[in-house]
């Protein structure tokens, strides 16, 4: 999740064509803790996520929502990795 | 954002009938750090997150997508409760 949001907040912050410097500035925070959030290295706290969202100008919950879809696709593929067996096997017993 | 997400983990334990006790064992937290966070009164790392997650048997990206819901509901309330007067005046303006 840490990883998927930081990376969401980044995506939003380069196609406003703005800097690490520039959000940072707008939210309070210190340009460096800013990169390591993007990058997923830090957890941003409820407030600073709230924070850095105000100086994006995007709304929390469409940050969350992409998140959100982004971890459905990434839970899905871990499915699918996971349980051909499992789904297979009960199509074998009932073709036998 | 922290209040909306542990009143979701909270809801989907409450709907499934079990116990703080059984939960926090699930995910290998103690109990007194699952209520605070289910009551929004400490942060969950992505981790904690994901292990409350998995001893609820919910995927994170659903628990996610609830509080993206209910915070866009709270940005309406929120944006409806200061912007009247800005969407009027052009109204008014206009029939002048």
Known sequence: ????????????????????????????????????????QKEASSELLAAICSALEVPMSSVLSTVSNEMAVQELAQHKAVTPLRVRKPVAQAAA
């Open 1 to 40: 999740m840490r990883e998927l949001l930081g990376a969401s907040l980044r995506a939003e912050r380069v196609s406003q064509g703005r800097t690490l410097r520039e959000v940072s500035s707008g939210a309070r925070v210190s340009l460096g803790y800013l990169s390591e959030v993007e990058r997923g």
